[in-house]
């Protein structure tokens, strides 16, 4: 028989503890190992989830809100024009409004869609259309794209992508690039970069036409087409 002697035998408490320590640690290791497993797994699926983004030049698309449908009421915007004026899209009420969101002033497409507006503004007009090219530039870039290709029209700094967020537009970040200008190299910033995309607005406030494909040298001669076919038929949509 054990007596109680034998239980308060500091060999016998040493034996115990020790016993239930190994235990313990035993218990221990295979929750810490259970532990590094579940990790494991977290940081596999977190590593799948960020690599689908890369696919697409590792930027994430920060689109905001949906693209208006053709019908919808247009959204209500302005900002600071090349002119440093604000420009507000109330202004234009009871008017066509052609509105384009290009990604970079200076560069070869953006260049060829402005310049494309440019020599089909008195078309435009004739048609009771106005027009107004936006994008995330900063306001001096914009400054410099009127003054080397002679634009005849506004352009609006969206420098923080709210406006090309409100007409569901792409938005993804700035950038930097040079350009040489009357000899001299100049450097042009822009905040956030935005999507190709051409809108236009009818006269009582609604989109009325919508491409998401531009073809920036041919964009101003779609854009009358569309116009011509919205004043015969009363209403036109390209998805």
């Known amino acids: 028989m054990i007596t109680n002697e034998f239980h308060r035998n500091p060999v016998y408490i040493y034996c115990v503890r020790h016993s239930h320590n190994q235990t313990f640690q035993k218990q221990r290791e295979k929750k810490m190992s259970k532990n590094s ?33 053709i019908g919808d009421p247009a959204p209500d915007f302005q ?13 234009y009420e009871g008017q066509t409004l052609v509105v384009f969101f290009f990604p970079a002033a200076m560069t070869g497409g953006c260049t060829a869609q402005a310049c494309s507006f440019r020599d089909n503004r008195t078309q435009l007009i004739e ?8 994008s995330g530039d900063q306001i001096s870039n ?9 634009l005849n029209f506004p352009l609006v700094a969206d420098s923080d992508g709210s406006i090309a967020r409100a007409f569901g537009v792409p938005v993804r970040d700035g950038g930097t690039i040079t350009r040489e200008i009357d000899g001299e190299e100049v450097t042009l910033t822009r905040d956030v ?3 190709r995309w051409t809108f236009i607005i009818d006269e009582d406030g609604k989109i009325a036409y919508v491409d998401t494909e531009v073809d920036a040298s041919v964009d101003s001669e779609a854009v009358l087409a ?5 004043k015969s038929d009363d209403g036109l949509g390209r998805p």
Do not use: C, H
Request: hydrophobic share 40%.
């Open 193 to 195: 970069t935005t999507a």
């Open 127 to 134: 048609m009771g259309a106005e027009v107004v090219g936006i």
């Open 37 to 69: 497993i579940s990790t494991l797994s977290l940081l596999i699926l977190l590593l799948i989830f960020t690599s689908s983004y890369a696919g697409s030049g590792g930027e994430v698309n920060r689109q905001s809100d949906s693209r208006p449908e």
């Open 226 to 230: 569309a116009i011509k076919k919205m």
């Open 79 to 91: 900002g600071m024009t090349d002119q440093g004026d604000v420009w507000s899209s109330a202004d």
């Open 142 to 150: 914009l400054q410099l794209f009127r003054r080397t290709n002679n």
